[in-house]
């Protein structure tokens, strides 16, 4: 089943890792999906927002992390099974305990430099693509959480990942950099791209003239596949990404209108996945007059 997909734009700020967030939680509590969170941010953003800075710090300095991993193998050419870098019992959502994560850590952004000096491109494309084929097998939704720009990491996870989804922010800035990641996806197509799913509209200004004109000229546009839900910008939701040391329901965690908005939005993307999974079904020729 094609169930991988990277979450990325490459403007920065549109809120990415907040919404991947949101969503594994949702998928979790609401759809009872198995969900990993890969996180792939050199700023472990999403990681913080998962589990408690000490315990994050503490695998860091364990060497647990998805730096690690691709490190030994990679650059050593180790043989490590990626089961062992995968942490249970993350999200402080009480109904979220199908929610599993593999933590990143800011040396990422070395280990790139390093990929990228003994020109090693292909293989990090090769363990990453064998990273997917077997979390696809485990879990139901695998969540990639990409860093803003266009990395060598990033771009191996949008050529070996099944879809790719692009929240942005509805003003000028943000929309160009998705203009950007067209052009991109342009580039080389018999590397293969992750399959578009679509665009997501998040942080959305209510009462806004300018945000509402930008959002319907992001669904004017067939190419968008634009998501009918938008994220609203409200408190509630920034105060989610903030990790507690104690449980709390989902309904606490994203209460009324923030809360609407996940889950309906969340809907949508479980909807098309599942679509673009459903068996195509081949039109018959009809059947010829007889004479």
């Not at 950007?180 to 791209?193: A, H, S, W």
Request: proline share 4%; with cysteine; charged share 25%.
């Amino acid at each position: 089943m094609r169930n991988s997909i990277a979450v990325m734009n490459t403007k920065g700020g549109v809120g990415k890792s907040t919404l991947v967030l949101a969503l594994a939680e949702t998928i979790s509590a609401y759809h009872g999906k198995n969900v990993l969170v890969i996180d792939s941010d050199a700023q472990a953003s999403v990681s913080s927002m998962l589990m408690s800075v000490s315990s994050l710090y503490k695998l860091q300095s364990e060497g647990a992390t998805i730096v690690d991993y691709l490190h030994g193998r990679v650059l050593k050419g180790q043989t490590i099974d990626w089961p062992k870098f995968i942490v249970r019992n993350v999200s402080d959502v009480d109904d979220s305990r199908s929610l599993f994560l593999l933590p990143s850590d800011m040396q990422l952004t070395l280990l790139e430099r390093e990929v990228s000096k003994e020109n090693l491109h292909a293989r990090l494309r090769e363990v990453i693509g064998e990273l997917l084929t077997g979390v696809r097998r485990v879990f139901d939704v695998v969540l990639i959480d990409c860093p803003p720009g266009l990395s060598v990491l990033t771009e191996c996870w949008l050529r070996e990942a099944d879809f790719h989804i692009s929240p942005t922010k509805a003003d000028y800035v943000s929309v160009c950099g998705l203009e950007v990641f067209r052009r991109f996806k342009g580039l080389n197509p018999e590397m293969g791209f992750a399959e578009n799913l679509g665009v997501i509209v998040n942080m959305k200004e209510a009462n806004s003239a300018s945000d509402e004109e930008y959002h319907r000229w992001l669904q004017a546009n067939a190419e968008n596949a634009c998501f009918a839900q938008a994220i609203p910008r409200m408190p509630a939701l920034q105060d989610a990404a903030n990790y507690q040391g104690y449980e709390r329901s989902y309904l606490a965690k994203y209460p009324g209108q923030v809360g609407t908005a996940v889950r309906a939005l969340t809907d949508e993307v479980m909807s098309r996945v599942s679509a673009r999974n459903a068996p195509k079904v081949e039109a018959k020729e009809p059947a010829a007059a007889s004479a």
